[in-house]
């Protein structure tokens, strides 16, 4: 199965904000759990997705900091703010209602 990133496009901040909700992360790991989720069928561009970090802290809906897992590299860890959970919450009714729409325009009946 192949996803057109189009599809998806408009759904990045979305997609991040949901991940985070089970848990504080990182861009590897959150990266990672959406390819796992989907089979392989989607995962981001690191441009794409350091750009949306960028994009949904400074709206306020995410928060960072620096995360001390051991030897190497520290990694920046992500967190949800309340008004991520806010916006995540109104992008699911967006993307609900445009499940409708587009279900409505490209269903056929048979018969």
């Given amino acids: 199965m192949s996803i057109s990133a189009d599809i998806l ?25 959406v390819s ?19 994009r949904l802290e400074q709206n306020g809906f995410i928060t960072s900091y620096w995360g001390e897992d051991g030897p190497g590299a520290r990694r920046r860890y992500y967190a949800i703010t309340e008004a991520g959970m806010r916006q995540l919450a109104a992008d699911r009714q967006e993307w609900n209602e445009t ?12 018969g």
């Fill in 9 to 33: 496009r408009g759904h990045t901040d979305a997609i991040i904000l949901a991940q985070l909700m089970e848990r504080d992360s990182y861009g590897y790991e959150i990266n990672k759990n």
């Fill in 36 to 54: 796992q989720r989907t089979g392989g069928a989607y995962g981001f561009k690191e441009a794409t997705l350091y750009t949306a970090f960028k």
């Fill in 99 to 110: 499940r409708a729409v587009l279900d409505a325009l490209i269903s056929f009946k048979e």
